[in-house]
């Protein structure tokens, strides 16, 4: 098992472009959680998702960020209008029904010019 | 809302000492409570959750609820235990992790 998967690691974009996450989830997880960290803050979360349907979003914000995570495929965070307050490491987690442990994965660095 | 507070940025000891992270949270419920490991260049990893009651790699935490704390110790630190630890809760029936702002552990020889 190849653990979770997170691509691109690095990204760069200039304001206003969109950025795409994307995050493969071990085998046999049906659970996806995607955070964000800050430079020199903790993870914050941001989005809860099973397949198909997003369980908890109460930690992204209002505009210009969505998450998805289809029946087929990895789960896509995506940014849309990127600014230089976007710059973070986003980092997606999996875990399967019932289990508490999350598994994460090496995070994608997102960097706005 | 719930918080979790490690009151220390940055934690510098020497090998053999005793290593004590402290994690304070604030939540009116019953917390689950994790501690998180990143070794250089390595991904984050749970280390130990309180319900489980285990010793990872000679680590320790208790859950006191009377001071809302679960601060992870060793008796003997050792250099590979030089990493980033982040204390993290989970509120009761909720899946989210909520982090602190993690500890950078040095472990001197």
């Known amino acids: 098992n190849a653990g979770v998967m997170q691509n691109p690691r690095h990204l760069v974009r200039r304001r206003g472009q969109e950025a795409r996450l994307r995050c493969s989830p071990m085998?046999?997880?049906?659970?996806v959680y995607w955070y964000r960290q800050l430079p020199e803050e903790g993870l914050k979360f941001m989005v809860y998702l099973q397949k198909e349907n997003i369980i908890d979003e109460s930690g992204m914000p209002k505009e210009r960020f969505s998450a998805e995570f289809p029946k087929e495929g990895p789960s896509i965070l995506r940014i849309q209008q990127v600014v230089r307050g976007d710059s973070a490491a986003y980092f997606c987690?999996?875990?399967?029904?019932?289990?508490?442990?999350?598994?994460f994965g090496p995070g994608t660095r997102l960097t706005v010019l | 809302a719930q918080r979790v507070t490690q009151p220390e940025k940055l934690l510098s000891v020497f090998k053999g000492a005793p290593v004590e992270l402290k994690c304070n949270y604030s939540?009116?419920?019953?917390?689950?409570l994790f501690w998180y490991v990143q070794y250089s260049r390595q991904r984050l990893q749970l280390l130990l959750r309180h319900i489980s009651r285990e010793s990872i790699k000679g680590f320790t935490a208790d859950l006191n609820k009377g001071e809302t704390s679960f601060h992870l110790k060793k008796p003997f630190a050792q250099e590979e235990d030089s990493a980033m630890y982040y204390c993290a809760l989970s509120a009761q029936g909720a899946q989210k992790l909520v982090f602190g702002q993690g500890t950078r552990l040095t472990i001197n020889p």
């Open positions: 085998k046999g997880h049906s659970h």
């Open positions: 939540y009116s419920g019953s917390p689950e």
């Open positions: 987690a999996s875990s399967p029904v019932f289990v508490y442990e999350q598994f």
